[in-house]
């Protein structure tokens, strides 16, 4: 099974997905509409709402309501992509201009936050309590990432703990949520809810480990963003606090200057710093970790093609180039 038959063994869900957001993301505000639109059908993996779906298959999940739970994912997901470009002043995403290069800021938060607050309508139809709750501590806890990432910047005493806390919340938190939301709506009991969403939580930190590898070795192309794109804003990431940690003076004072510049002048040097101290393998070598633990986590569930399916998820998350 490989990623894009995942995606084919779920493909009804995943067009009744797509059906919810073009719905729920409709306006009277031509604006909105337009650059809701943008963002959403600007391609990308739908791996978040790809996820919540598949769980919710492999725990039988009787309540049909599983694809408007991804649409909620995959909204909350969007808002934060159109603050995050702004916040990080980004003018390419998945190979396009972003939305704030076109429209501009102002326009970008905003519809931001109408992508937010009609994320919490959907919740609120749901009418579940226990699914509110994830959600909205979901959404606290990116925001307070994106606070920690922005306290990170441009710091090259950035700790490997810090590191980690900033990639929980920006990005497994949701994913976390994506998976526990749906044990939730499939009934299933404590324990089993808990180990969804450490299958979620860990599988988002692999991915998220992976993404800061790649942002150092693949093709500009088909990563659809400015390789060097993280350094530029003088985000430490983990290859470069373990190129920090082990490289040789000359490499170490290099690296440290950019981060503080949050230039990528020197990106050539840097990569091959990153390299020849082994900060890439390390950190793969982690992301293989996580989602070696995010299969653990699904020992609770009944074989089935779904379960199998999260399997390939995991791998998908620490094999891919894009």
């Given amino acids: 099974m490989t990623y894009e038959s995942v995606k084919a063994l779920v493909a009804d869900d995943l067009r009744e997905v797509d059906l919810v957001i073009r719905q729920r993301l409709a306006s009277d505000v031509v604006l909105v509409n337009q650059i809701a639109e943008y963002i959403v059908g ?190 530029a804003e003088g985000k430490p990431t983990l290859p470069l606090i373990y190129a920090l940690k082990n490289g040789s003076p000359e490499q170490i004072g290099v690296i440290r200057a950019s981060i503080e510049q949050g230039n990528v002048v020197e990106l050539n040097r840097i990569t091959s710093a990153i390299e020849s101290t082994g900060g890439l393998a390390y950190t793969a070598q982690l992301a293989r970790r996580e989602a070696s633990i995010a299969v653990d986590a699904l020992s609770v569930l009944p074989d089935s093609p779904y379960k199998q399916a999260l399997r390939e998820l995991a791998d998908f998350a620490v094999d891919r180039t894009y």
């Avoid at 993996?45 to 999940?61: H, I, M, Q």
């Avoid at 309501?65 to 995403?93: G, N, P, Q």
């Avoid at 949701?174 to 299933?188: D, H, N, R, T, Y």
């Fill in 42 to 231: 600007s391609g990308g993996k739908r791996l978040r709402p790809l996820v919540t779906v598949v769980v919710a298959r492999a725990c039988g999940c009787a309540d049909s309501r599983y694809t408007e739970a991804a649409a909620i994912i995959e909204f909350i997901h969007t808002a934060t992509l159109l603050h995050d470009d702004v916040v990080d002043r980004s003018e390419l995403r998945r190979g396009r201009d972003t939305a704030n290069a076109v429209w501009g800021n102002e326009p970008s938060v905003l519809v931001g936050d109408y992508v937010y607050s009609r994320a919490f309508e959907m919740m609120v139809s749901l009418g579940n309590m226990r699914i509110m709750d994830v959600m909205a501590s979901a959404t606290n806890k990116i925001a307070e990432g994106e606070v920690l990432q922005l306290m990170n910047a441009h710091d090259p005493d950035t700790t490997e703990e810090r590191y980690f806390e900033v990639i929980y919340r920006k990005t497994a938190k949701l994913f976390e949520a994506g998976a526990q939301v749906a044990a939730i709506l499939s009934g299933k009991a404590t324990g089993e809810e808990e180990a969804m969403a450490r299958y979620g939580k860990h599988l988002g930190t692999a991915f998220q480990l992976i993404d800061d590898v790649l942002d150092y070795r693949a093709d500009a192309e088909e990563l659809g963003k400015n390789l060097g794109a993280d350094l």
